[in-house]
Every structure is written in structure tokens, then in C-alpha cells.
């Protein structure tokens, strides 16, 4: 079992030893497990056209996410220099997984990308924002101030990544539509519509995150924006208040979108029954969400974390942290654990616990999970939770992210007022700390003996022939009306072009119920998702439960 061990040297020591191999191997994982070819190193001559300079096996989507765990992780390497061994020996590695990262950036398929749907595209914008922020921590904390020092090599890659950021934003927002219930993000092009809960939430996090983290860009290349004849794009500038101006719109749609169910999770989207591509522009029939899907799943619960957080710090409006605890409690509630007693509500000592929602004694969980049939997409799902629940609950900063323009939003907070909230903010983050260990804890039992993450954490610890996972009351239950269109696919109905995101479930996928000496060697097994997860859990719970200071 991981134990956060009581000397705070070997505490801290021992959280970033772990952490460090499991970023050593999240690029070799999935490519030892399918007898795939790793990655080409930075130097060889065709590693730019290599398809394997992302993460093996990875889809364009998921290996975005991949790239943001990685990127999130050095910037928790960075800042956790006193706490490791030694400096030189983790400067070398925070170098070596930074290459990885620039690596991905020139295999990153952008041209497929930009025609896929656009929550797809808003991952893109997510990942290299927080390559960004990792440069500017690394490069402020240990390469300025010295006279004759010289700044980190790392600077250079700015300007791409922050171009490949504004670039797919702007692609992305063409998916704001206002003719179908009054606003929203639509999920992608090539679907009958549907108004989905990730898409919106994608979309404010990404653009309070552009108006925070955006460094400005020079470079006028269109790829693909511009009408064609218009020439080049102009030049962007930081802060630019229609990224503030979208979230906050974003934001105010989905909350009155009634996309939350009686636990206060946000189930997965909608679509317009009155809709028909037969329809007239002038037409005059209503044209809102009104078929719900029920479907909950966990990313769902994280994505929007990000955009609380950040319209906070634009903004000073209190209300966009406390949208957030009560997103993080209802979440908590839903896999069964008690944050007044700091512990499991099923306490019965079954083999299986009781399901709540979301997860059980106490761990998140996907409903595809216990069945082992999650599709590649599902098998990120957990991990995202948990990268969006560390951003949110990173103590907020003494001052505002933007120098000499605090809260432009609102413009009326005062100092004391803020510093108010960032206590209040800290004192209900802390409550959350023993259940993210618990989290940690139960992820890291699920390493096999080449250390990889499985993708049910909390799972029994193996079963024999025959036997059953589980007490058939304990079992999980999908809600009534829901679509689990993630793990069995786009229903016919949804699709009404040849050129369509298509969500792969291939025979590997399918709901198997062969029972396997280990429960997470079932379905995909282990992959880079899963060991994706394994990361930002941990880096969770290094930073927000075991990190000092």
C-alpha cells in the first residue's frame, strides 16, 4: 500500500520518487505492453514524422491529456526541489521529460485535430496553456535573479505552444451556437446536435485560462482560421477580454442549463428534439434541450474546477469557488465517503462495496469500471478529475495573476476581502485531503509487478474462476434515459455525416465478464491512460495533501 510515511523528509522524498517513475514509465508503457516501437529519441533523423513521437497507442485526444499530466508534473518537480535528493539529479530529469513533452508537441497530429469535434480541440488549447505555466515557474524559480545567468532553454518553446493554444481556441469556439437553447457549446460538427456537459465545461476553463496564461502571439500564420482570401491573422495580445467575456458567458449557460441531476453531478448533455437538418434558418419552432442523457461520468465532475478557479481570479466573485466546493462535496458524497467523519460510509466489510454514483468506499469510479469494458476514453476519465481538482485547489496566490489589473471583472475587492478568500478557500481544500489520499492509496494497489496502474481502483484484489466480483445489491446501476455512448459507442441516430467523430469500441473493448486473476487485466488492461491516471492522482496527493508549505 502507498503510506505517506511520517518523517517529512522521507514523506516528501518518498511521494516524489514514486512520482518520478511513474513518469518514467508513462512513454513506455502501453508500447511494452502491445510490443509496439517507443519512441524515437529528439535527435533521430525521422523522429518529427514519426507517428510514435506521442505516447504509444494514445489517440490524438488522450495523448493531449497525457501531455498535460506531463507538463503539470514537472511544474510540481519544479517547485519540490528541497524535497528530492538532489537538485542536479532532478534538473536532469525535469530536462529529460521536458524533451518528451517538446517532442509530442511536433508529433501531435494538428491537422487531423482541427477536424475533429471540438471538445478535442479545447484539450489541445488546456495542454500547451499549462506547458506555458510550467515554462514560466521553472524558468522564474530557478533561472532568474542571478547576475550572468542566462534563462532557461525551455523559454524558446513559448511562442509555439502559445500560437498551437490560440490557433484551436479559435477554431474551437466556432461550436458556440446560439440558435439551439439560447447558447452552448455543440459537441462536434459532424453529430446531430448535442449540447454535452464536457464541451461547455472544456470551453470555459480553456478561456479563462487563455485570458489568465496566454502570453500574446506574433505569429500570423491562419492554419485554417481565416476565411480563405482574408489574408493573415493579426497579431494577439495578452489578456485579451473576449477570452474572459467567453467563459463568463460559457459559464453562465451551463448553470442554468439544468445539467446537474439530484446528487448535483453533471450528467452528460442534450440534444433538441425539435431539431431536423430539414429545418429553415427563418424557422420558427422552438429549438431547446430538452432530450437529456443521465449518463454521469467522472471527468465530467473536473473540467469545470478549472474554469471556478480561474473566473475567480479574474473576477474576485466569491460564488465561482463555492460552485466549485459544492461540485467537489457533491462528487465526494457520490463514491461514498463522509467528509464530516473523515471516512467510509460502508463500513459493512462486503467485498464489494455499496455503490453511490460515482465510486464506492470512498474511491471515484466509472460505471464501466467494476464490468471491466471502459473504452479508451473512459480509461481517462479518472485522472482528468484529478489533474482539474489540483488546479483548483492550489492555495491561490498572494496577489492577482495579472500585474497591475487585479479582478477586472469586478474591480471592487479589496485586499482584506481576498485574503479572506484565499483562507477560506485553503480551510475547505483541506478537508478534502484524506480522501485524496484514499484515492492515491487505492490507485497505487493496483500496480502490477512493472509497476502500472489498473484501471479500477478500489478493485478487489484478485478473483478466482467462477466467482463473482461482487453482491448483486452492490452492483452499479446505470441511471434510466442514460447513453454510455463512451464505452458502447455513437448510437446510428446521433450521426448524420460521413465525416463524424467516431468513438472506437473494438472486440477488445467489449463488455467482458471472463473473469481474470486480476480484475484490471480485463477489457484494455493497463495502458497509457490508465498509468496517465496514476500520475495526476498522485500528483494530487503530493500537492494538495502531503506537500509542505
Known sequence: MYVFMKSTNTRSRSALSILYIYLLTITIASAERLDLPKQLPLGSANSVASSNRIWPTSIDWTSAVIGTYVASALTTLSTSFESLVDVKDNENMINKYFAQLVGSYFGQDAFSLRQQAYDDMLWVVLGWLEGIKFINTHSTLHYSGAIGRSSWHGNQYIPAFAHRARIFWDLASAGWDTRLCNGGMIWSPYLTPYKNAITNELYISASISMYLYFPGDNNTSPFGVSPPGTGDIPPAQPHDPKYLAAAVEGYKWLTASNMTDAQGLYVDGYHVSNWSSDLPPNSTIPLECDERNEMVYTYNQGVLLTGQRGLYEATGVINYLDDGHHLVENVIAATGWNLSTDSEIDDSGKRLKKW???????????????????????????????????????????????????????????????????????????????WIRHNAEAAVETRNEFGRYGMWWGAPSSAVAGEETGEPENAKEIPPNAVDYRNQGVPAGWKRSLKMHTIKVSDELSRQQAVAQDLNDRGRGRTVETQGGGVAVLRAAWELADKEG
Open 356 to 434: 453511490y454514483g460515482l465510486g464506492r468506499g470512498g474511491v471515484l469510479e466509472d460505471a464501466c469500471d467494476a464490468d471491466g469494458y471502459c473504452s479508451q476514453d473512459s480509461q481517462t476519465f479518472k485522472g482528468i478529475f484529478f489533474h482539474h481538482l489540483t488546479l483548483f485547489c492550489t492555495a491561490l496566490p498572494y496577489y492577482p495573476i495579472i500585474p497591475g489589473d487585479p479582478f477586472i471583472g469586478k474591480g471592487v475587492i479589496n485586499e482584506t476581502s481576498y485574503a479572506d478568500d484565499r483562507k477560506m478557500h485553503s480551510k475547505k481544500c483541506g478537508r478534502y485531503k484524506s
